[in-house]
């Protein structure tokens, strides 16, 4: 069902929006705020109902809401330019000045990098105790519009790197704070952020007492269709914000596996080949000649053919329907430059039939060390099964691998398409208002993850009908999103004095 996540918001208020905000009826100013989560559980919801609400709220005992306002430094915190120098060890020597480069340009970059760093920091914040399955790096620019296999393009989490069960308030914050740095960028007065925040974590809040009053099967069906929220926006937007939210769809429908062909590749020697771009793309013929091209590309194609394993019969044979052609070596994202990511090419029935995969280590968690361990021994495996758990559709090609390295070193990887009908959010276009809806949006969609795997009914008891929690996460993510400030300067002064190298940008 698609309208569990599709309710239109309420006109655009012409008013400047409020430090204080308030969320109790819902994220869009109008809906009910499930007061029932307070008391002994909903008519005939039956005894269980009751005492998973009644977990919920106990948990209020040993984390208060409002205690998720504190954050301070602890005593012992660690310096974070050695957090992020730990994680480049093991990452490809010579693209890690590029990592640096790319965390330095603006505190928001830094953040997207940063996610180890917050990880440890959250380790000391209050813990609900009621567990979720992570997304672990749940900033705004990993919610983005994707293709679904049925090919209706939805809006849904991206990234799942740093996927692991743990307390869902974590994400939250992290989120929080994503919009709170976009707005500092952006100029947004303190009361605009706050106000951002404040109503996103309300969303966020809302949407949980919905799923919480749903069947468990009307919470694994629920997603955010663009195709039927367009229509709903259009009313509440306006003219000019409605023509770039068209403009947004029709960029990520043309964002498709041709598209990504015709710039990617070149015809060499009359065989379709990787074009090369370096850093960010390198042919394999260009990293190695002679027997190491050929041991390099043999590598890489038993990955592929292995990996299919992984995959369900139908899309097995799918995949087998497609010959290898050409490998390259790519460079994505800001936290992910460093790590072994290549692209693989395919062509089925001729030239006009390609298919591109891409093929991602997969690190240990920035997790792992503050939660419980993976119950996947797979890294590949645990950011896969991460995924088909906390998406509402999932790319068809998504599987795992292990294999031996080159190197000596055994290695995790996980696949999927590299590009299909994929948009990402320009928040630095975006004004309060516009921010605000982008917020409301992207909770629903973390809602309605956390609701996959977690008790929905414990966390919106937990979080009651109020704004205790929505006012306490607003204020953590201003006092993050300084200590954010402070730790970019950090890396910043780090490659001033040359204790770490960065690439000339």
């Given at each position: 069902?698609?309208?569990a ?14 430090a ?12 009910p ?64 000045p ?46 983005r ?126 065989e ?18 002679g027997?190491?091209?050929d ?69 240990t ?9 993976s ?70 969609t ?60």
């Amino acid at each position: 069902m698609t309208t569990a996540v599709t309710a239109p918001p309420a006109r655009r208020s012409r008013r400047r929006p409020t430090a204080g905000g308030s969320d109790r009826t819902g994220p869009h100013g109008t809906g009910p705020d499930h007061a029932w989560l307070d008391d002994a559980g909903p008519d005939g919801a039956g005894p269980d109902a009751a005492r998973r609400a009644a977990r919920g709220r106990a948990a209020r005992a040993s984390a208060p809401r409002r205690a998720h306002a504190q954050y301070a430094a602890a005593p012992d915190r660690a310096d974070p330019v050695e957090v992020i120098d730990r994680q480049s060890r093991c990452r490809l020597a010579e693209l890690v000045p590029l990592r640096y480069q790319r965390m330095t340009e603006s505190p928001f970059r830094f953040y997207r990098g940063a996610a180890a760093i917050m990880a440890s920091d959250l380790a000391t914040t209050p813990n609900s105790g009621l567990t979720v399955q992570l997304c672990g790096d749940a900033h705004l620019l990993n919610f983005r519009l994707l293709a679904s296999p049925e090919r209706r393009l939805v809006f849904d989490i991206n990234d799942f790197d740093e996927t692991l069960p743990g307390p869902w308030e974590w994400d939250v914050k992290r989120f929080a704070t994503s919009l709170v740095i976009a707005g500092r960028a952006n100029g947004f007065g303190s009361s605009e952020r706050r106000e951002i925040a404040t109503v996103a974590v309300g969303a966020y809040r809302y949407w949980m007492h919905r799923f919480a009053a749903m069947t468990n099967l009307d919470v694994w069906y629920a997603h955010v269709d663009v195709e039927e929220l367009a229509p709903r926006l259009a009313d509440v937007l306006g003219k000019r914000a409605s023509r770039r939210v068209s403009q947004a769809t029709s960029r990520a429908r043309s964002r498709d596996r041709l598209r990504a062909f015709a710039k990617l590749t070149e015809v060499v020697n009359g065989e379709r080949r990787f074009a090369a771009d370096p850093p960010l793309l390198v042919p394999i013929n260009d990293l190695h000649t002679g027997r190491d091209r050929d041991l390099l590309m043999r590598w890489l194609s038993s990955i592929v053919e292995e990996y299919s394993a992984t995959l369900s019969t139908d899309r097995r044979s799918l995949l087998a329907r497609y010959r290898l052609v050409d490998f390259a070596r790519k460079v994505v994202g800001v936290g992910s430059v460093g790590t072994r990511c290549w692209v693989a090419l395919l062509l089925g029935r001729d030239d006009a039939d390609p298919l591109l995969l891409q093929i991602k280590e997969a690190e240990t968690s920035v997790l792992a060390d503050h939660l419980p361990g993976s119950a996947y021994g797979n890294q590949g495996e645990r950011v896969v099964a991460g995924q088909r758990l906390m998406q509402a559709a999932s790319d068809i090609f998504l599987g795992w691998q292990r294999v031996d390295g080159l190197d000596g070193h055994k290695r995790d990887f996980y696949v999927r398409q590299l590009q299909d009908w994929k948009g990402i959010a320009e928040p630095e276009r975006m004004d309060p208002d516009g921010l605000a809806l982008f917020g409301r949006l992207c909770a629903a969609t973390l809602a309605r993850a956390h609701a996959r795997s977690g008790d929905s009914l414990a966390i919106a008891a937990y979080l009651g009908g109020g704004s205790a929690f929505t006012q306490a996460t607003a204020a953590f993510a201003e006092a993050y999103a300084d200590q954010n400030e402070a730790d970019h300067a950090a890396l910043v002064e780090a490659v001033r004095t040359g204790r770490v190298i960065a690439a000339a940008p």
